[in-house]
């Protein structure tokens, strides 16, 4: 499969001059089959959305968006997504199962409503299909993906891991694992559904939004330490891990020297950046 970064940023965009070589978009993946030319399954729908467009060469988008969890800065981009809202697109919507038992479409609508948006997650123009999807084995565009729960803050989120005939790719842009624990280095529990979703991936993506000096302080916004990326993926034996999900007040200077800090040979550290595109 190809992996297309959209957007990486955690939290809210960050447009701006000392953002554009990582870039500003909030969380977003294309995948894209081997034989394909268009991308069939998108990862969260933040502001980086609106890049899937300009992968279709004028297209309508046909395909899946499968969603982490419904923060803001994982969904703001779906009423903006052109490819999608127009006559000709299908787009099936799917979010983790909800604790309150709310089916897809009413979630959605609970930011998608007057007073907050103009418009309903039904009213724009296309296909569109919502659906829930609980922790376990599913079949997905084509794709085999293990979803788990794994713990933030604020709402049921899931990790996911992708995999085609070939490659594996583990998706978990927003997680808190210090909310099981210290650990063995201080940054978070390697508990049994993070060493799962990663055991022997071709590549992790994973939140990166905090510096080891900023735990104490930010411990309870929900996210990880980039070091603890790295860490789970050389337990789990991932073979590469990218940076993910980058502190909106993250610099392109400060980002680079946090890939030249967490450099290494096994597993190979990159600090994603969008347009990168990735064949795994
Ligand atoms: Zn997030
Ligand atoms: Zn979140």
Partial sequence: MRVRFCGVRGSTPAPGIEFVRYGGHTSC???????????ALVL?????????TGMLDGAPFTGTILLSHLHWDHVLG???????????????????EQDSG????????????????????????????FATVAPGEHHIEGFTVLAREIPHK??????????DAHSTLTYMPDHCPTALGAG???FGEYHTAAIELAHDADLLVHDAQLLPEELAAEADFGHSVADYSVELARLAGARSVALFHHRYTRTDDELDALGRRLAGDTPNVTVAAEGTELAL
């Avoid at 969260?44 to 899937?52: E, I, Q, S």
Wanted: net charge negative.
């Fill in 78 to 96: 779906l009423p903006f997504f052109a490819a999608a809202d127009r006559s000709d697109a299908r787009l099936h919507v799917v979010l983790p």
């Fill in 184 to 186: 063995e280095h201080g």
């Fill in 154 to 163: 604020g709402g049921r989120t899931f990790g996911y891991r992708i995999s």
């Fill in 44 to 52: 969260d729908a933040g502001a980086g959305v609106r890049k899937v």
């Fill in 29 to 39: 993946l294309a995948l894209t089959h081997d034989d394909a030319h268009a991308p």
């Fill in 102 to 129: 709310k089916d897809a479409e009413s979630v959605l609508a609970g930011m998608m409503a007057p007073p907050y948006f103009p418009v309903g997650p039904t009213e724009l123009r296309g296909e569109w299909t």
